[in-house]
C-alpha cells in the first residue's frame, strides 16, 4: 500500500555522482555502529512500550488502538478501499480531485467557515488516493478532540462538494497536469504504466488528463463518495491520548452512519508485461533506469524469503550489492535501489538508479550482471545474517517513530489482514528464513528478463545483457 508501482523515477537531474565513491568508510561504519546499536534497543523497548488494543463501537466500528498519555496528542489514520482504479474511463483524476475537496467545506460549513474552524480546534487533516484506496488522517490536541472529531464526521460524512471549490482545485491540478507534459520523469511514468500494465487501470494516471479532469462533475463526485465511503471497506487506527471507551463513541460518530457496504466496480488482477525495452529519449545529462522483474504476494509463503532477498540486492541503504557494485566502487550513481511492491491487484520488484548519460549503458550492464550473480548463487550466510538483523532492528525505526507513523503503520497491518500481534511474529518469521529458501526466491524472480526503461539519450543496445 505505502508503495505504488507507479514507476516512479530516479530525477535526471541530480549532481554527477562519482566523487561520492571517494566518501569516507569511516562514516559509514560510525553511522553502521550506532545503527547496531539503535536496532538491538529500539524494537525490545517498542515491544514493551506499545500495547494495541482492537476495540469495537457499539454500531460495530473497528480500530486498533494504542493509548499513549506522553504527548497530548490523538493520531487518526484510515483507509477505504477503492482508490484510482474506481475513476470510470473518462473520468480519469476523479478520486485525486475527491481527496482535494473534504476540507473545503462539509455539513453547514463552507470552505472558509470549515478552515476557520479546522483552525480553531487545532487539528490537521488531510485526505489522499492511491490506486486502491482513499486515506485519510488526522492530527488532534487531545483536550480539544471533541471539535476535530466533528469536523472530521462533517468531511466524511457530508463532504459538499460546492462548484467555487471545484472549480478551483480541478484549476490546480490542470495547471500540474500541462507543467507535467514537458517533464521527462511524469512523460516516462505514463509510458512505463501503459506498457506494463495496458488497458488495466493501473495504467492510467491518477492525475488525469486536460480532457478527463474538465469532464468531472459535482454528481460524479457524489457517486464516487456514495460508492466508496461505507464501514465495509474501511480500516481505522487511532494512536495516542485518549482511552478505548471515548474512542468508541468518536466511531460510532465518524463512521457509525455510513452504509454497510461499498459499491465498487471490479478491477481485475494483472501480471505485469516483462521483458519490454522502452526508451523514453530526453537530451539529459542524466539517464534515469528502471527495471521490473516478477513481484510476490504478500500472503504467499515465499514473501520473507523474497524480502530478504530484495533487501540484499538493492533494499539495504549501505550494504546490498547494488549499492557496492554501482555507487561504492564505481561511483556511478547517487542512489540505486530496489524494492518489492505489492499491490492489491500486482506484485513487482523495482529496481531504480540514475547515472550521467555517457555511463548508462556500463551502468546497466552492471545492474543486470549483480541480478544474474545473485540468481545463479544466492547470498552468502554472512549477508544473510546480517540483513536479518537489519530488518528486525529497522522496523521500529521505520514505522514506529511517532504516533501518525505506528498509526499508518497499523493501518496497513490491517489492509493486510495479518493480525494485531503481527509485531511481536515478524522476527520469528524472518529468523526461521533458510539460505536455500532465499536462493530459491532469488532464482524464481530474478531469472526472468525484466523491463527496463531509458529515460535520456538514446542507450543503442540497453535492451540485451
Known amino acids: 500500500m505505502t508503495n505504488q508501482f507507479s514507476g516512479a523515477l530516479t530525477s535526471p537531474r541530480q549532481a554527477p555522482p562519482s566523487p561520492l565513491a571517494r566518501e569516507g568508510k569511516a562514516l559509514h561504519a560510525l553511522a553502521t555502529f550506532f545503527l547496531s546499536v539503535l536496532f538491538l534497543v529500539l524494537p525490545a523497548l517498542a515491544a514493551r512500550a ?20 506522553s504527548v497530548p496528542v490523538v493520531a487518526v489514520r484510515f483507509v477505504f478501499g477503492g482508490g484510482s482504479t474506481q475513476d470510470p474511463v473518462g473520468k480519469e483524476g476523479l478520486a485525486n480531485l475527491m481527496t482535494g475537496l473534504f476540507d473545503e467545506g462539509a455539513g453547514p ?37 471533541d471539535e476535530a472529531f466533528d469536523l472530521l464526521r462533517l468531511a466524511v460524512n457530508e463532504p459538499r462538494f460546492d462548484q467555487a471549490p471545484i472549480d478551483r482545485i480541478r484549476a490546480q491540478v490542470l495547471s500540474g497536469i500541462i507543467a507535467n507534459e514537458n517533464d521527462p520523469d511524469t512523460v516516462a511514468q505514463n509510458r512505463w504504466a501503459r506498457a506494463v ?71 481485475a488482477d494483472v501480471e505485469p508485461k516483462l521483458a519490454q525495452h522502452i526508451e523514453v529519449n530526453y537530451d539529459l545529462p542524466q539517464t534515469s533506469l528502471q527495471l521490473a522483474w516478477p513481484g510476490v504476494k504478500r500472503k504467499a509463503t515465499d514473501f520473507f524469503p523474497a524480502v530478504l532477498m530484495n533487501e540484499i540486492l538493492g533494499g539495504g541503504t549501505f550494504t546490498s550489492r ?88 497499523l493501518v496497513e497491518l490491517q489492509i493486510d489482514d495479518l493480525g494485531i500481534d503481527y509485531m511481536q511474529r515478524r522476527a520469528g518469521y524472518i529468523n526461521a528464513v533458510t539460505i536455500d529458501q532465499v536462493k530459491a526466491a532469488a532464482k524464481k524472480l530474478l531469472t526472468t528478463e525484466p523491463t527496463i526503461m531509458v529515460v535520456g539519450p538514446p542507450l543503442a543496445g540497453a535492451g540485451k545483457g
Open 109 to 145: 460549513l463552507d470552505s472558509e467557515a470549515f478552515q476557520i474552524k479546522l483552525d480553531d480546534a487545532g487539528a490537521e487533516m488531510s485526505f489522499d488516493e492511491t490506486r486502491d484506496g482513499i486515506y485519510g488522517s488526522m492530527r488532534m490536541l487531545a483536550e480539544q478532540r
Open 322 to 409: 547494488l549499492f557496492q557494485e554501482v555507487r561504492e566502487k564505481r561511483g556511478l550513481a547517487y542512489s540505486v535501489n530496489s524494492s518489492l511492491v505489492n499491490q492489491d491487484h500486482a506484485n513487482a520488484l523495482i529496481v531504480t538508479t540514475g547515472t550521467r548519460s555517457d555511463r548508462a549503458a556500463e551502468t546497466l550492464a552492471i545492474v543486470r550482471d549483480v541480478a544474474k550473480r545473485l540468481a545463479e548463487d544466492g547470498p552468502t550466510e554472512a549477508e544473510l545474517a546480517a540483513t536479518k538483523k537489519y530488518l528486525i532492528g529497522a522496523y521500529a525505526i521505520s514505522n514506529l517513530d511517532s504516533s501518525s507513523s505506528i498509526a499508518a503503520t
Open 197 to 267: 500494465y495496458g488497458d488495466h487501470p493501473y495504467s492510467r494516471s491518477d492525475q488525469g488528463t486536460r480532457q478527463s479532469i474538465a469532464a468531472v462533475t459535482q454528481a460524479d463526485l457524489e457517486t464516487l463518495h456514495k460508492a466508496v465511503f461505507a464501514r465495509g471497506g474501511l480500516h481505522v487506527a487511532v494512536v495516542g491520548a485518549i482511552d478505548p471507551e471515548t474512542l468508541k463513541k468518536k466511531l460510532d460518530m465518524v463512521f457509525g452512519d455510513l452504509p454497510q457496504d461499498q459499491t465498487l466496480a471490479p478491477v
Open 50 to 69: 506499545m500495547e494495541i488494543q482492537s476495540v469495537t463501537s457499539p454500531k460495530g466500528v473497528t480500530a486498533w488502538l494504542v493509548e499513549d498519555y
